[in-house]
């Protein structure tokens, strides 16, 4: 299958999926909490599934309600194997939580996660005392034992913040206390989305600056009721369409929300798109668009719609983090540059900046290269291309947001599927 994307008018209103990132927090920590947990508005989405998955496996039992899960965890299972499917959060937060096992697991996965390195996680487990075989020497899988028989351990936070997030949910649970010091820290936000997650599972996290994080043991997890948030990584894109193409309202969001990809309003305001709330209702409308600066290296996932975004303004936008971007599900820096080169933009990356001209979009053939985010941001640019823009292997999209190209089509985008005999173009 294809998907073309023709220069179309966006109007509408919307619902995005909900965060895939706080669900599989809240997956994980329901199975930390030794009862009945119920998750209101859960997300639909591959990455979520892998995560219930194994969390299953784990012990814990899942049943469906009408719009919440509900997940009975009792006496936890150490398995011998748990997939992540290609979930880097899933891989990062679960390795530390079996690690509390001292039975042996295997942690495998499929697609694009076998490509990712987990050197960090490799060297934070061991500082901390666990035993890691890796039969995939610098990638999946890796296997599990012993349990955790240190107190201290130097932690590079440099890749990313999602090893982390598992470390401040497992460690509460040892006997001990841990100090963690954190090098280097990337992706702060997501910090403090697990740090206020875990507060209402009733567990306590301090940190200094987040270099610090001394971590009380025997804390213990209580069942509670939580609701997943609208996500405002699903909602980017469909802001940018807003706002290069028309109008959209997305209802839900959280204006608070700890979400890093919130950010996304920051940059609409600085290229001047038009921005207003009403209650929950946020409602973007195009503008006169500039090119503007910005900041991605909190919040990484915001880099393919950003460039979507660039590519409608007067002007060259420059947006840092590029480093950021090299070990997500593509090496998303170079399969920007590459892709958004076949539609007309000629995107230069000088060390940490990405330089984006404004008002070239020919349109063409791209291809997501399996990743869910630039699939998304290409179909975007399509919606103000000259010529339509066709995308291969644009399934991808399940892993955050199954209906993207369904929602994309009923505010007004140009969509439509086709049979193709090979994916790769
Ligand atoms: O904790 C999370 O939910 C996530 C953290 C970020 O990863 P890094 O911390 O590796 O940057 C982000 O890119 C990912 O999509 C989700
Ligand atoms: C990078 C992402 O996810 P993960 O690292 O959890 O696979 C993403 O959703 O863009």
Redesign the pocket.
Known sequence: MRVRIQASTIKGKLTPPSS???M??ALAAAMLAKGTSIIHNPCKCEDAEAATDIIQRMGSEVNKQDTALQVISSEGVAPEIINVGES??SL??FSPIVALNPAKTEINGRGSILKRPIHNILEGLENLGIECENTGKGFLPIQLQSGYKSNFAKIDGS???????GLLMALPCRAEDTTLKVNNL??IP??N??IDLLKDFGIEITHEDYKTFAIKGNQKYKPTEYTIEADW?SAAPLLVAGAIKGSVSLEHMNQNSYQ?DKEILTALKKCGASIKWEGNTLSVEKKGLNAFDFDAT????LFPPLVALAANCNGETRIKGVH?LE??ESNRGIVLQKEFAKLGVPIRIEEDEMIIPGGRLRGGLANSNNDHRIAMALAVAGLSSLNPVEIGQHECVAK?YPDFFTDLRKIGGGVAQFYFKSQFV
């Not at 890749?159 to 997030?165: D, E, I, N, V």
């Not at 909190?298 to 996932?301: E, G, K, L, M």
């Open positions: 895939k990132s706080m599989q927090r880097g959060l990062r937060m890749l990313g913040s999602q090893f982390l997030t990337k992706s997501y910090i989305m697990t990584s890093a909190h919040c990484p996932d950021r070990h997500k955050s």
